[in-house]
């Protein structure tokens, strides 16, 4: 067989593939894959192949009838690209050891093995994933992309392989933000209290199934999210397109699910005539309130962040009052985000603690990373937790993120990992410290742990069995240890003479529990936010033939982004989280665009439903209205 020893001459060589398909119509939305006469994609299998009911409290069609108050509306959230700078990229060999490696960007060495290992047809043992430094995929590589293609390739050719999407392979060929169809309304009582929520919420998942369920149900866990709503109904659902398929990212399934509830109280302030942040102040989570999933929150502190916003608020408002004309119309947004840090349910993870000959520590792991900082955090908690020992930071060495040496920590998704790995470092640290302890109170060194005959290694385990998954018949359950909350207040100035938004300046008030590195969050809340401002403004993949670039799918400049983007911590201590800590890497991207579309809609009264907020979007809207 002939092998191409160059990627032209491998190009040349796939360019005289010939592949005879039937074409059929293709079903590029929900809505179209949803019709009456539309075909399975998948036969046998319905388009519409995964729904959850939410159910929570009493029926709510009287309340909506007998509420002072009751405002509904429509809103859709985009099919978002990820846009990394780096196309995915990886390599496969086999080691000395006889077994496949594949280096690649996974951000889920396990999760990746246990999924490719039966498409290859080889045993367990024999296959080894280790993960590539990685730089930003803000979720992408949650799913695998290219390792079996890799495995495949090396097994074939029995010769080490590497493979380089360019861009355009890159951004065709991986998984994007699924978009929602949404139907929200709420019913208040006359001091402006929600008492009923009802919604509906449809999942374009693209051709394939992979975690469409779990997304989904983030519609039922935050849609509605931080308000203390007694009485819920709605149904969600997950449909098969033949659009680009669906995948993990950053704050998953939240952005959508806040698009609606967050614009529509916005609008329910409207109504009332009620300040936006007021309203908010009236409906956030106090003691006695729930989840929509019936879960008690861990911490009460969005009254804290409302206080601390305020006095921000009211100077952001006086200040776009003066500046506003009618060429340059300014206005301030807020929104407020909540995601859960872990996997649904009894979240775990495992890592190893090791006394080295020179009394230094080892600690193993498989926190991976993609730019939210897992060397950090992991160095960072597991300094703490040895801190009985008195080791420098630097006596402290991190093993990471290779199946064949580091325990499964589970993967770098739903900011699980500082939340679940770092109990579990903890657990190892003080399983180690406490074999290391003599009857003195000193600490053992590594000879005398030897010359004692005592294990100088130690498993460190950790599950969140406080927690259960959602019922899949009303969606009640405790699905997350801990949360992150926070209030975002987007400035904005619209020009009414070309419909194009600029965000002069931003605010985030976070509470994400006790900070590990305050150097680490920043930089999270930093990009979260420019994120949260491409999609509300600019970023979309609908058009495969046009969103084939980081130009073309909307990347915001840096001049698209404000200078001054200032953070405020509330540092609420954890029950849970290791050392009082919560999760960051999602928090910021959950609710961030919406403050800068209820900004638009402060500024100029046209509220767009439907993102990204393009120029020609928000010009159209400013002549209708």
């Known amino acids: 067989m002939a092998q191409a020893e160059t ?74 690209p990820h846009l990394t700078m780096e196309p995915d990229v990886g390599c496969a060999y086999m080691d000395d050891e006889g077994r496949l490696t594949i280096h690649s960007k996974s951000i889920a060495i396990h999760l990746h093995h246990a999924m490719i290992a039966p498409g290859l047809g080889i045993e367990p043992e024999k ?161 006695g309130d729930t989840t929509p999933n019936g879960q008690a929150p861990e911490v009460y502190s969005l009254q804290e962040m409302v206080s601390k916003l305020r006095p921000l608020y009211k100077a952001a408002k006086e200040k776009a009052a003066r500046e506003s004309t009618s060429a340059i119309k300014k206005g301030v947004g807020i929104s407020l985000g909540i995601y859960g840090c872990g996997l649904d349910g009894a979240d775990s993870s495992s890592v190893r603690l090791e006394l080295n000959p020179d009394n230094s520590v080892s600690l193993y792991n498989s926190w991976e990373d993609h730019g939210q900082g897992a060397d950090i955090g992991s160095l960072g908690t597991a300094h703490k937790a040895l801190r009985p020992l008195g080791l420098r930071p630097d006596q402290i060495h991190l093993i990471m993120n290779d199946t064949a040496i580091t325990p499964n920590s589970g993967p770098s998704g739903g900011s699980r990992q500082q939340v679940v790995t770092g109990n579990a470092i903890i657990n190892g640290c003080m399983m180690l410290i406490n074999a290391m302890k003599k009857p003195d109170g000193a600490y053992r060194t590594y000879d005398e742990m030897k010359a004692e005959n005592i294990p100088v290694s130690y498993s460190g385990n950790w599950t969140a069995s406080m927690c259960t998954a959602c019922d899949m018949e009303t969606a009640q359950g405790s699905p997350f240890s801990t949360y992150m909350y926070g209030l975002f207040m987007a400035e904005v100035a619209v020009d009414t003479q070309t419909g194009k938004t600029k965000v002069e300046g931003y605010t985030v008030i976070a509470d994400i529990g006790k900070i590990n590195s305050r150097l680490a969050v920043d930089g999270q809340i930093y990009g979260g936010v420019a994120q949260g401002i491409g999609l509300a403004l600019s970023e979309d993949f609908e058009d495969l033939k046009k969103h084939t670039t980081l130009v073309a799918c909307g990347i915001p400049y840096a001049k ?6 200032d953070i405020h911590y509330v540092e609420t201590p954890r029950p849970d989280g290791p050392f009082g800590a919560a999760g960051v890497g999602e928090l910021p991207l959950t609710s961030s665009h919406v403050a800068v579309i209820n900004a638009i809609a402060n500024a100029t009264g046209v509220r767009i439903r439907s993102l990204p907020a393009l120029p020609e979007k928000v010009l159209t809207a400013l002549k209708k209205a």
């Not at 299998?45 to 009751?70: C, F, Q, R, W």
């Not at 698209?560 to 983007?565: A, C, E, F, L, M």
Request: glycine share 10%.
């Open 560 to 565: 698209d982004i404000p200078d001054r983007i």
């Open 127 to 287: 296959l080894r994933l280790v993960q590539n430094p990685t730089g930003g995929t803000f979720g992408y590589k949650f799913s695998p992309t290219m390792e079996a293609l890799l495995g495949v390739a090396c097994m074939a050719a029995n010769r080490p392989v590497y493979l380089r999407y360019n861009y355009y392979q890159h951004i065709t060929y991986t998984g994007k933000r699924s978009p929602f169809w949404m139907k929200l309304k709420y019913g208040a009582d006359a001091q402006g209290k929600i008492v009923a929520m009802e919604s509906d919420w449809t999942v374009d998942h693209g051709p394939y199934s992979e975690f469409g369920d779990l997304l989904t149900m983030r519609g039922a866990q935050f849609i509605g999210a931080g308000y203390g709503i007694p009485n819920i109904r709605g149904m969600g659902r997950t449909v098969a397109t033949n659009h680009g398929w669906g995948s993990a990212f950053r704050a998953y399934g939240s952005p959508q699910s806040f698009l609606a509830s967050e614009s529509l109280i916005d609008e329910l302030a409207l109504k009332m005539g009620m300040d936006p942040l007021e309203l908010r102040a009236l409906n956030v989570y106090k003691n």
């Open 7 to 80: 990627p032209a001459q491998a190009q040349a060589a796939a360019e005289k593939v010939k592949v005879d398909i039937e074409e059929l119509p293709p079903y590029l939305s929900a809505p179209a894959a949803m019709a009456d006469d539309a075909i399975e994609i998948h036969p046998g299998t319905p388009n519409v192949y995964y729904e959850i009911p939410i159910k929570k409290g009493a029926d709510t069609a009287p309340l909506m009838t007998s509420s002072a108050h009751m405002v509904e509306g429509e809103y859709y959230l985009q099919r978002q």
